[in-house]
T-cell receptor
Framework: SQTIHQWPATLVQPVGSPLSLECTVE??????LYWYRQAAGRGLQLLFY??????ISSEVPQNLSASRPQDRQFILSSKKLLLSDSGFYLC???????????????FGNGTRLTVT | AQKITQTQPGMFVQEKEAVTLDCTYD???????LFWYKQPSSGEMIFLIY??????QNATEGRYSLNFQKARKSANLVISASQLGDSAMYFC??????????FGQGTELSVKP
């Protein structure tokens, strides 16, 4: 069965420090991969989307970047964190379905980031 | 532009009763999917149910059913026989540009004993 691992679970970082959050998927190949951010008590905002190695789409302009060095690895990074980067970050994967088929997103357990 | 609206920030239901969580959407895509997710206080997002825009019948998954009214652009979630463990945030989402999901703001459901 497929599993998704995301770490760390919680992170406290000072303003201006770098960030690296990692997500890996097991049990599937060539998944679509996603990074979402959730502000407290709010819905999810899509940050990045990837359909393959090295292919990254950015949904909103921001201080963050993403990379996909391997098929089942997705990394969220920042060179210098801002206070506004605080939030709950969720990695997700979905199967690539041909035609008009839909596949639900399956989420990791999330990383709660606090920038101080 | 694609949009998902959940107008109920919070809902209360008595244990063992049914509850309906509202969701309306707006899209110009001819083909789309609608999803519901549950987010307990621990934070993980749990996929509950899916409805395709061309599906003729409403989706059901155990105690969850989706009341899909395409003409009204609504996709309400119905939870039957509520349990205490159903207390959580519930998010409606819609597929956009093949694979990506956009989410509503969520409804916090509290089940009372």
């Amino acid at each position: 069965s497929q599993t998704i691992h995301q770490w760390p679970a919680t992170l406290v970082q000072p303003v201006g420090s770098p960030l690296s959050l990692e997500c890996t998927v097991e049990g599937t190949s060539n998944p679509n991969l996603y990074w979402y951010r959730q502000a407290a008590g709010r819905g999810l905002q899509l940050l990045f989307y990837s359909v393959g190695i090295g292919q990254i789409s950015s949904e909103v302009p921001q201080n963050l970047s993403a990379s996909r060095p391997q098929d089942r690895q997705f990394i969220l990074s920042s060179k210098k964190l801002l206070l506004s980067d605080s939030g709950f970050y969720l990695c997700a994967w979905s199967a690539q379905v041909p035609g008009t088929g839909e596949s639900p997103l399956h989420f990791g357990n999330g990383t709660r980031l606090t920038v101080t | 532009a694609q949009k998902i609206t959940q107008t109920q920030p919070g809902m209360f239901v008595q244990e063992k009763e049914a509850v309906t969580l509202d969701c309306t959407y707006d899209t110009s895509d001819p083909s789309y999917g609608l999803f519901w997710y549950k987010q307990p206080s621990s934070g993980e997002m749990i996929f509950l149910i899916y409805q395709g825009s061309y599906d003729q019948q409403n989706a059901t998954e155990g105690r969850y059913s989706l009341n899909f009214q395409k003409a009204r652009k609504s996709a309400n979630l119905v939870i039957s026989a509520s349990q205490l463990g159903d207390s959580a945030m519930y998010f409606c989402a819609m597929s956009h540009q093949g694979g990506k999901l956009i989410f509503g703001q969520g409804t916090e459901l509290s089940v009372k004993p």
